[in-house]
């Protein structure tokens, strides 16, 4: 048995000194790297982040410019896409882009408002005529002195997404004029101007992020929202609401950031191609979010939910009142930006 053994102990010296001997690398010579390791290395990778599901507005877009980015790129450029807060939240995106954690995201616009106040212009009431009019003003002078403000702050914006107007819904009753806020509190995001609003109306508010709006409207720490319809389709808010108001009030888009180290860091030619995408993602897009026929059937299953369309005497009303909130906030928006919207 001990000879046995041995022997085998002297095969296995033997096999490791003439690996050491005969395969070891030579280490002043480069290591062979195929085109396939190669181009891993030239890969561009940029991880956009946002916090709405797949199936909105925003969340198809993202989907498509990431698979345009794909084809126009040959795989040059890789879009991550990270959807429904897995990354970041509503609260800190904004932040994790300008640490360069990502590199991209589409917060909305009253997120926004929180870098720079003149992004309040886009939170006043019947700012807007209609998408057409929206889309007018955010692709000449109010879009670029909006993205005027993002520069101090290391971002770049690109692009504007629409989610469409938004509408209310709440759990007590009808809400056919301002006096019928009076005492129900709503899930806001985190706006002083929509704070202002509500309030100015007798109502109460709460800053919660969008995906805890579904839990926080079923255990009644809330009474009701404002959203586009097709928010409160992805996230079945219809499911815990009793009442809904086709309003019309207040509109809902997205800025889409880079980043601007990171931007300037790239090719100019794959700043070309991300803008091309960009261009032909934004205009299907904003197509899209205008077409709510298929979000209200899915919100009309629901028997449960009384909807109700504000007359045109009945939106009057609402303009009527809303006209204090731009006395309020004209200063703190900025007269230039102000300048660029109608209102009520």
Request: net charge neutral; charged share 20%.
């Amino acid at each position: 048995m001990k000879a046995i053994a041995s022997i085998g102990m002297f095969i296995i010296v033997g096999l490791l000194a003439a690996y050491l001997v005969g395969y070891q690398p030579n280490w002043n010579e480069q290591l062979y790297q195929d085109d396939e390791q190669t181009g891993l290395k030239q890969r561009i990778v940029i991880k956009f982040s946002h916090v709405v599901a797949e199936n909105t507005p925003k969340g198809l877009a993202a989907a498509e410019f990431a698979d345009l980015v794909k084809r126009k790129s040959k795989d040059r450029v890789e879009i991550q896409v990270f959807p429904n807060g897995m990354l970041y939240g509503e609260n800190n995106e904004v932040a994790a882009l300008q640490r360069g954690d990502i590199q991209m995201i589409a917060p909305s616009f009253s997120t926004m408002s929180e870098i720079d106040p003149a992004w309040l212009v886009m939170d006043l009431p019947f700012a807007f005529k209609d998408q057409n009019e929206v889309e007018s003003k955010l692709n000449g002078l109010l879009g670029d002195k909006l993205f005027q403000t993002l520069k101090p702050h290391g971002m770049k914006g690109v692009a504007f997404w629409s989610n469409g107007f938004k509408q209310v819904t709440n759990n007590v009753r009808p809400i056919l004029g301002p006096q019928d806020f009076k005492g129900l509190k709503f899930r806001i995001q985190p706006s002083p101007l929509i704070e202002r609003h509500i309030k100015n109306w007798g109502g109460k508010t709460s800053v919660i992020p969008f995906n805890d709006a579904y839990r926080n409207l079923a255990d009644g720490s809330v009474d009701g929202q404002e959203n586009t319809i097709s928010n409160i389709v992805s996230k079945r808010l219809y499911q815990v609401q009793k009442y809904m108001t086709i309003s019309n009030h207040g509109y809902l888009g997205y800025a889409v950031i880079f980043n601007k180290s990171f931007w300037d860091s790239l090719p100019s030619d794959v700043q070309q191609m991300l803008m091309e995408a960009l261009d032909e993602t934004t205009e299907q897009a904003n197509k899209k979010a205008a077409r709510n026929e298929t979000h209200m059937n899915e919100i009309n299953t629901n028997q449960n939910l009384q909807i109700s369309i504000l007359t045109k005497e009945q939106t009057a009303e609402w303009r009527i009142a809303s006209k204090e909130l731009y006395k309020d906030f004209a200063l703190k928006i900025g007269a230039d930006v102000m300048s660029e919207i109608s209102g009520p």
